[in-house]
């Protein structure tokens, strides 16, 4: 399911599609602003989103076979709710 298709079912319910999608990049860029933020968006009966740091790991350039260091980097973790199915 893309972010189109959202769209294209809550459009069944708003007066439009272009309002649709506006409502659906709100809600996603809503999430977006709240995780930059450190903050957990929490979507009840679904599942929680949060943001956490990598530590400093050792890896490899498999082309050269280099030893370096991989820098720490923000990711985006989800967790499903207990309710979900």
Do not use: H
Not at 28 to 40: A, T
Not at 42 to 55: L, W
Not at 59 to 71: D, H, Q, S
């Amino acid at each position: 399911m893309t972010k189109n298709d959202v769209a294209v079912a809550l459009s069944k319910i708003l007066s439009s599609k272009k309002e649709a999608c506006e409502a659906v990049n709100k809600v996603f860029e809503e999430i977006s602003n709240s995780l930059k933020n450190g903050d957990k968006v929490v979507i009840t009966g679904f599942g929680s989103f949060y943001m956490f740091e990598t530590k400093i790991k050792k890896g490899r350039n498999p082309k050269t076979g280099e030893k370096l260091l991989i820098a720490p980097m923000k990711k985006i973790r989800f967790k499903q709710s207990k309710d979900f199915f």
